[in-house]
């Protein structure tokens, strides 16, 4: 082949295989709008999540500057669920950037991340769901990923509600150490969407 009469040109090993590496098969899992009777989408730059949002039936919205990292363009992907949301009962948005700081190990870029999706997502999609009438919204991290550790743990996430239907817990600050201080744990992660959408 062309591309191993340059390698051995250059010195380099000729490629002579292929190493597939996380290969698997889709899984089977129940449509959202059948289980939860609510279309929704996903704004994400990780195939991961596409492919989750892909197997529930979701609309994957692509989002220009979407980077997967710091320099993503947060706050198109607030103007893109905001748009999304007049389509669909459900957007999610997906932002990897404080993950990545964590593990690099980098706490002031961790705190700048987050105040970019603070400020430039979840306050202009909070701003932009009062002003429709009723609504929900929650925050949460998809795991936990200590800057100290730069690896993910098995903790689990604290997340914050806010909307039609959802009583203030404490008035605290949303914080891993204020979330802990709550006593509200979901011990099965998959119940959070339930108590989300039904009050369950």
Sequence with gaps: HDINEVRRDLGQ???????????????????????FGVTGAAISAVDLVKGIATCL???????????????????????????????????FVHIEAP???????EPEKKVRAIEHV?????????????????????????????????????????????????AAKSGLAFTEANAAKTGVLISEGHRLMERFLRGV
């Design 118 to 166: 603070d400020r430039e997502i979840i306050g202009p999609v909070a701003d932009a769901l009062r002003a429709g009438g009723e609504f929900r919204l929650m925050v949460l991290p998809d795991h936990f990923t200590p800057i100290q550790k730069r690896t993910h743990s098995p903790e689990p996430v604290p997340f914050v509600m806010a909307g039609t239907g959802v």
């Design 57 to 91: 039936g979701w609309e994957n919205i692509a989002v220009p500057g979407a980077t997967g990292y710091l320099d993503t363009d947060y706050a198109a992907k607030g103007r893109y669920a905001i748009e999304a949301l007049k389509t669909h009962d459900l957007v």
């Design 99 to 105: 993950d990545e700081a964590a593990h690099e190990g």
């Design 13 to 35: 090993n000729p490629a002579n295989m292929i190493w597939l590496w996380g290969e698997g098969q889709a899984p089977q899992l129940p449509k959202f709008k059948e289980r």
